[in-house]
């Protein structure tokens, strides 16, 4: 097989041709923030937060989905790097609700990790924030919309999991939401319920109701298992 060799913050790193930036830098033992990649979806490059720095590029390049090339010099933590991150985490903060302190998903939440690990706080453009109604009429799924980061992964696992493509990016710009068609609530719509958004999911927007009040989820232990609902037989961990 082919292979491609390049230096990832100073240290040599050989791997397959087409691998990504990001799968060569963990091979290498770098740290690379991730929010809307999943090595099972597709990768549209939605969040940014994976940028790194390649010598010679005129702008920092999103790292999971760019190529890693023979002979590429990577910095992953360089000063520009690190600042990128910090204010995607900020504007994502922004429009954020502020309740970790009771969010079922705190201690499980990758945006919540990452403000932490890079010293972000919220607050700091003080810019208009979503104020959708939790969606809580559905059987299985509570879906809270203001917690949504649009990274798209339940969209993309629903479509290229489960095959089914029940919930899109719907409106535009700061009203962009996933929604299911029409915009109807999920008890409304064809979702069966799989759960294999709830499972990618990094933030507290969509959650298995009958864990609301019971566990926290490092407390539960997940086992792989297939769907009784319509007969589909939809298997999710
Ligand atoms: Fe690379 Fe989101 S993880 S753009």
């Known amino acids: 097989m082919p292979t491609v060799t390049l230096t990832i913050d100073g240290k040599q790193v050989t791997v397959p041709k087409g691998t990504t930036i990001l799968q060569a830098a963990w091979q290498a033992g770098a740290f690379v923030p991730t929010l809307c990649h999943d090595h099972e979806l597709s990768n549209p490059g939605a969040c940014r937060i994976c940028v790194v720095e390649v010598k010679g590029a005129r702008a920092l390049v999103a790292s999971c989905c760019a190529e890693a090339n023979e002979g590429m010099e ?34 499980d939440c990758k945006l919540q990790d990452y403000a932490y690990f890079y010293g972000v706080k919220a607050g700091v453009f003080g810019g208009q924030k979503k104020d959708y109604q939790v969606e809580d009429d559905n059987l299985f799924i509570v879906r809270d919309m203001n917690k949504c980061i649009l990274c798209g992964k339940c969209l993309r696992a629903c479509e290229e999991k489960q095959g089914r493509a029940v919930i899109d990016f719907a409106y535009r710009g700061f009203r962009t939401k996933v929604s299911t068609g029409m915009d109807k609530p999920l008890a409304d719509s064809v979702c069966v319920s799989c759960g ?23 407390e539960v232990e997940k086992v792989r298992t297939t769907c009784p609902f319509c007969g589909v037989g939809c298997n999710f961990d």
């Open 74 to 107: 990577v910095q992953t933590a360089s000063p520009a790097v690190i600042e990128a991150r910090k204010t995607i985490l900020e504007l994502m903060l922004d429009n954020h609700p502020e309740d970790c302190l009771t969010c079922h998903q705190a201690g």
């Open 196 to 218: 294999s958004c709830v499972a990618v999911c990094p933030t507290g927007a969509l959650t298995e109701k009958a864990m609301l009040g019971k566990a926290r989820k490092w």
